[in-house]
């Protein structure tokens, strides 16, 4: 069985930095991309970033670009999404995932359990 855990969530002011990780284990994900969702209360759960299994090619949304940085760790089967500059509308329940292909968000299968971040004004 495939597990994903996340960490790093938690409660910060407007402004503030966070930096969430999620780590793999029971099986290898070297040549799998992985990715970060967001799902806020009464809102439908979007794309955040993703990370190639090699790391060389990255995706954003929008509303992050400038502010989030995805990176990983094949090494330690690990990935991270640094946030910086964080605006109360950040808030949401991050969700790490994995899948064969990065820009195909329906083929990311496996799924952490969520870590709540909660950005004050």
């Known amino acids: 069985q495939v597990q994903l855990v996340e960490s790093g969530g938690g409660l910060v002011q407007a402004g503030g930095s966070l930096r969430l990780s999620c780590a793999a284990s029971g099986r290898t994900f070297s040549y799998y991309a992985m990715g970060w969702f967001r799902q806020a209360p009464g809102k439908e759960r979007e794309f955040v970033a993703a990370?190639?299994?090699?790391?060389?090619?990255?995706l954003y949304a929008d509303s992050v670009k400038g502010r989030f940085t995805i990176s990983r760790d094949n090494a330690k089967n690990t990935v991270y999404l640094q946030m910086n500059s964080l605006k109360p509308e950040d808030t949401a329940v991050y969700y790490c995932a994995a899948g064969p292909y990065i820009s195909d968000y329906a083929s990311y299968n496996y799924w952490g359990q969520g870590t709540q971040v909660t950005v004050s004004s």
């Open positions: 990370i190639s299994w090699g790391g060389r090619s990255t």
